[in-house]
């Protein structure tokens, strides 16, 4: 350690003494941040032993299975990506119709279930399917890594089309027009311009589809047939043989790509410029495109979204049919068994509105002593932070399951181990939302009132929180979404009396009662819109955006 870090190491020290609250508060964040996070996490590695991870690569099944969650990685990443790129391009640069449609298209699977569009692929092309068996009279053979894939394409994309979109929005067109008035065509202009200026855009949405698609655990179950993933694997060791070195191992080495993925973003985007600030705003139209271009792209669009509006529309259908495939009259049974079904759904609301707003009051401190403190440790607590987003699902439930099901905390069976893991499953994304609403603080307002007198604690009280009560909505009620439509993390800790909608219409689709679980989607669906358009009519009031 050099003569000036161990000064700095000093002056941090010495500060921290003059705010004992805040050296209380660092102090107590990193404790449970390690015990919730990074416990459980080394639980799961450190439980399988050598051998156990040796099978990885002699038994054929499990090999395969790797190589399949790869695969499956790679081609759904990239026409997630690609058709993120297309609707962001159309909605953002071209004038075309029906774009509130459009977004309204890439807002659906976010708000869902991620396994519903399997479910739907089902009523739709399956033994008893409208399309295969009543209109063309075909039976399709829909299981497997082809049908999964246009199902991961359809579920995951809108997460990168909400990144890609914030990049192109806010591009500036006039180097655009620069590179046209000096002769550039319109492909150097796309390829050396438009997609350099985009590659954040472009890497954050591949990461945030790519760790998705990796640890997507509903669509395999359901779709997948024989195709084995790793997150499908580690599941039936643990759930079907009662295998739990094995399931930890499996998870593991779901882990190892994860962390490699976010270390691959970090390292493409953060070490390239992308600045584009001229001191001048620009509010030049973006540069008009071919006719074929625009009208090709809103095609491809317009085709994607009636997609897209079949896949739900047959859901809602489904939830007032007798008996899919045979009886198509109408009937409320599917929405009695809902509401005998009250508990689980409870559940959902209950687990989701506790986590989410656990998530956002521990995150918020946290962006604050990162973002506003310089105290030595803000790297750590910054990785802290965003580690259980580089964490799959079903890796962060295994290990909840693994590392509190003994002394000293015994969580198993409760309601607090289902809070806690969604909690803490959230924290990267109210921590962002946190400190992106803090980035765009200055500080002289904070200055002026600990001029003034006021204690770090009155002025974030009195100044801050006003300021940063958007982004704790938003980051609040995008965590409440995820939460009561997740799976994967709750799969390995859920019991009898904890159980949530989720897990009844995952039990539902498998034992092949397609009415009722089209009701329960469709009720958890409605609960999600109807959150959602609360917090945007009460932030709306405000001038902020909830993110959506």
Partial sequence: MTSRAVKDAWADLKRLKQEPIL?????????????????????????????????????????QAALNSLF???????????????????ITRLNIPLKGLFRFITLLPIVSPPFIVALSYILLFGRQGIISKHVLHLNFDIYGWHGLWLIQTITFFPYAYAVING??????????????????????????????????GVAGGALI???????????????????????????????????????????????????????????WVGKRSYVTVTGKETSLAPYPVPFYVKWGLFSFCLFVTAVILAVYGVLFYGAFTKTWGYDWSFTLNNMSYVFAKGKEMFNSIKFALISSIAAALFSLPLAYIVQRKQIGINRFLDFLAILPGAVPGVFLGLGFAIAFNEGPLVLTGTSAIMIIALMFWNLPTCYSA???GLQQIGTSLEEASLNMGAGNFRTFKNILLPLLRGPFLSGLVLSFLRSVTCLSVIIFIYSAGTSVGTISILGLVQNGAWGSASAFTVVLISIAFAVLGIARLFIKEQGKSIGL
């Fill in 23 to 63: 050296a209380a508060l660092i102090v107590m964040i990193i404790l449970i941040t390690v015990y919730f996070v990074c416990w459980p996490i080394l639980k799961v590695i450190s439980f399988p032993q050598l051998s156990d991870y040796l099978q990885l690569f002699s038994n054929s099944r499990w090999f």
């Fill in 72 to 90: 499956m990685t790679v081609i759904s990443t990239i026409s997630c990506t690609v058709v993120a790129f297309i609707f962001a391009y159309s």
């Fill in 167 to 200: 990049v192109l929005k806010a591009g500036p067109t006039n180097l655009e027009y620069a590179a046209y008035n000096l002769g550039a065509t319109r492909w150097q202009v796309f390829k050396d311009v438009l997609f350099p200026l985009c590659r954040p």
């Fill in 209 to 267: 589809t790519a760790m998705n698609v990796l640890a997507d655990f509903g669509n395999p179950m359901i779709i997948g047939g024989n195709y084995t993933l790793l997150p499908t694997e580690a599941y039936m060791q643990m759930a079907g043989l009662f295998d739990l070195p094995s399931a930890a191992m499996l998870s593991t080495a779901l882990l190892i790509p994860a962390l490699g993925l976010f270390v691959l973003n970090r390292n």
């Fill in 434 to 436: 946190s400190l992106a």
